[in-house]
């Protein structure tokens, strides 16, 4: 499965940005997720989709300004981050978890994109 990040940008605080990861081949049985990583730090988790679409969960840091959703038939799935401020900063990657375990370590996805870098000024 090779995954595709797209949709970064340079932004505002305050601004809106939706990312989407475009597969390619079909990721209906797979968990997906959203992890950002700043240079120099670790990969962290953002938020995760369960393999039917029915669960969905967000680190703190975004819950409540951020949605995860999926498109199987698209072979896509997208992170829409509202009221972005500056310390979301970072490259943002999508996966893909072939065991569905609906994890928040990177351990738990095998498959990933390339990233893509959102930058939020201030």
């Known amino acids: 499965v090779q995954l595709q990040a797209s949709g970064g940008g340079s932004v505002q605080a305050g601004d809106s940005l939706k990312l989407s990861c475009t597969a390619s081949?079909?990721?209906?049985?797979?968990?997906l997720g959203w992890f950002r990583q700043v240079p120099g730090k670790e990969r962290e988790f953002v938020a995760l989709i369960s393999w039917n679409g029915a669960h969905t969960y967000y680190a703190d840091s975004v819950k409540g300004r951020s949605t995860i959703s999926r498109d199987d038939a698209k072979y896509t799935f997208s992170l829409q981050v509202d009221s972005l401020q500056p310390e979301d900063t970072a490259i943002y990657y999508c996966?893909?978890?072939?065991?569905?375990?609906?994890?928040?370590?990177?351990?738990?996805?095998?498959?990933w994109g390339q990233g893509t870098l959102v930058t939020v000024s201030s």
């Open positions: 996966a893909a978890d072939r065991y569905r375990r609906n994890g928040d370590d990177v351990t738990e996805y095998d498959y």
């Open positions: 081949r079909t990721l209906s049985s797979y968990s």
